[in-house]
């Protein structure tokens, strides 16, 4: 889909063969080249771009498409700039997951049983032994992928999660990452040099970074120790119970 837009993409005829070699990118030098012909398309057809953009997204997550994912990110923040890049992203992120849901809900479920049994096993347990923190438990699986996102997007409609619950795991769980992943592609984008990195609003951007990056750590902590603390309460519970008995 990404591709048949391109190709019908209305730019000038001098701008035409660059605008049908455009592809996702595979690393950084590429992404300055598409972000850079993207931009001048926009100033012409931003609606265009914009439906573009969403297009190759969607695609992306629905179909769970390994590589350069982290690199479609950095353009969003290198095309549209940090706050409507990071909109684009979160939602972008969170459609993609719930159709990815949706397929694999459909089609899905019994081959992933077959190819991944073990896989699939121990993430059902973990899933039933936080049934009544189910969405925390989400939230800790999206801020550290120890289990890959594409991986839980496949799988969550065989673990029985319900949708709405899914949906804003993905928004919340990985705003951080996208954070971090739009931001940094503004700063590529505006890097020219290494004056440029040295500039105010560069560090201003590495400072936001290097604190959304902490935000995670800071909420599971929390959320364990509040975790150990009704552990807690319940082991007292017992002892005052095996007291009076005794």
């Known amino acids: 889909m990404p591709r048949l837009l391109v190709c019908g993409l209305p730019v000038s005829q001098s701008d035409s063969d660059s605008a049908r070699t455009l592809s996702f990118p595979s690393d950084l030098e590429e992404l300055r080249v598409i972000a850079g012909q993207l931009h001048s398309y926009k100033d012409q057809h931003p609606g265009y771009v914009l439906l573009l953009y969403c297009s ?8 769970a498409i390994p590589g350069s994912s982290l690199l479609v990110k950095h353009t969003a923040g290198a095309l549209f700039g940090p ?4 909109a684009l992203c979160c939602n972008l992120t969170a459609i993609g997951a719930t159709f990815c849901f949706l397929l694999s809900k459909t089609y899905g479920k019994q081959y992933m049983v ?5 896989r699939v096993s121990m993430l059902q347990q973990r899933v039933e032994e936080n049934r009544s923190c189910l969405f925390f438990f989400l939230l800790f699986l999206r801020f550290f992928p120890m289990t890959p996102n594409w991986f839980l997007n496949i799988t969550s409609p065989i673990l029985n999660i319900p949708l709405p619950q899914f949906f804003f795991s993905v928004v919340i769980g990985l705003l951080p990452y996208n954070f971090i992943c739009v931001q940094a592609g503004c700063i ?12 105010w609003s560069i560090l201003l951007k590495l400072l936001g970074i290097a604190f959304v990056a902490l935000v995670p ?12 603390r009704l552990d807690a309460k319940v082991k007292n519970s017992h002892s005052d119970a095996d007291s009076k008995q005794r």
């Open 114 to 118: 077959q190819r991944f049994p073990e």
């Open 188 to 199: 590529l984008s505006e890097i020219s040099s290494l004056d440029n990195l040295l500039s």
């Open 56 to 63: 190759a997204y969607l695609y992306k997550q629905t179909f």
């Open 217 to 228: 750590g800071a909420l599971i902590r929390h959320y364990s120790q509040w975790h150990l």
């Open 83 to 86: 706050w409507l890049g990071l």
